[in-house]
């Protein structure tokens, strides 16, 4: 392909983990491409600013993409590199995910003070997370954790378990493993016991719509099995009409050529949780994720959904 006559800017937050995944696609590019220049761009977003409150109560969608796309659609970068986690299933007019890349380690994980793993955990004990899908998923097997809520990036999440003497944290493998600091899980949470979130462990690059040069560019970094995975489990999401503020995980892979896609709806306390699964066609991979989605509603999600929701506002 030849090469674009101006470099390449790619646009980044400027967390340690989104500087990695960044220069991770940056080589991969640059490996594909060897005549194209390419520039990084960082840009701060409003999830990095605000670190005090707990996503569920900020509450808005697109928190760590929004000023991606601000500048992508005005021309300042070419692509936006993101955590697909991240990425709000509604994109803006005029933005399109141009691939998603292989998927890391989809897991979460737990460091702990003494070394065990979740059921080795002392009674009562103190664990740091934020997320309300890992919350009710871990009360569920341990209803005497006290979970706290942690936010900021993984350093800062790092610091705050020392400072407030908590006994655990838990955190994305995908993450943890980017920044090298795999010696430090002492478990791999089961995703039996807890699934992930919809598209954990996958980075994905958000381009202008319509735009073909960059298009062709950044497709030879989409991975096939992981983009469907992400696909099914971006539809369920949307069927679901969740952003972070509510408890769902989910999960696609591929098994003797089918894709299998789990699913989980869970309310605040861990109580009530639905989850089950649906088996689809890997060349319709949305069809899969909207009917594992209207299952679960059918199955009490509906109802989780709304007293979720009515829970978070009253905070
Ligand atoms: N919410 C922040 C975030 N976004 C993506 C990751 C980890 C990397 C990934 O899932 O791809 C994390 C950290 C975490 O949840 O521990």
């Avoid at 590019?29 to 409150?53: C, N, S």
């Avoid at 702990?112 to 998923?137: H, Y």
């Avoid at 992400?230 to 408890?247: I, N, S, W």
Wanted: with cysteine; aromatic share 2%.
């Amino acid at each position: 392909m030849s090469a674009l006559q101006r470099p390449v800017v790619i646009g980044t937050r400027d967390s340690a983990l989104a500087l990695w995944q960044t220069h991770w696609v940056l080589e991969r590019l640059k490996e594909l491409y060897p005549e194209q220049a390419f520039e990084v761009k960082h840009i701060k977003t409003k999830g990095d600013k605000i670190l005090d409150v707990a996503l569920a109560k900020i509450g808005d969608k697109g928190l760590f993409t929004k000023e991606l796309e601000v500048a992508m659609l005005n021309g300042e970068i070419d692509m936006a590199v993101h955590s697909m986690k991240d990425l709000p299933t509604l994109l803006p007019e005029g933005c399109a995910i141009g691939a998603i890349c292989v998927r890391e380690d989809c897991r979460d994980i737990l460091i702990s003070r003494n070394g065990g793993g979740l059921e080795e955990l002392p009674r009562g004990a103190k664990v740091g997370t934020a997320s309300l899908r890992r919350k009710a998923q871990i009360w569920k097997v341990r209803p005497d954790l006290e979970l706290v809520d942690i936010r900021g990036n993984l350093q800062t999440r790092m610091r705050k378990m020392e400072e407030q003497n908590l006994d655990g944290l838990i955190l994305a493998a995908a993450g943890v493993k980017r920044l090298g600091w795999a010696e430090k899980i002492t478990e791999y949470i089961p995703v039996d016991m807890c699934l992930p979130a919809v598209g954990q462990g996958s980075v994905g690059i958000e381009i202008r719509e319509g735009d073909e040069a960059i298009g062709r560019l950044v497709a030879a970094l989409n991975h096939a099995e992981s983009a469907l995975c992400v696909r099914a489990e971006r539809a369920l999401l949307r069927t679901l009409e969740g952003g972070c503020q509510v408890p769902i995980g989910s999960l696609g892979r591929l098994s003797g050529g089918k894709l299998i896609v789990d699913g989980v709806v869970a309310s605040l306390d861990g109580r009530t949780i639905c989850r089950d699964r649906v088996e689809g066609d890997p060349a319709d991979p949305e069809e899969a994720g909207v009917r594992l989605a209207k299952k679960l509603l059918q199955q009490g999600a509906r109802e989780i959904l709304i007293q979720v929701r009515q829970e978070t506002d009253l905070r």
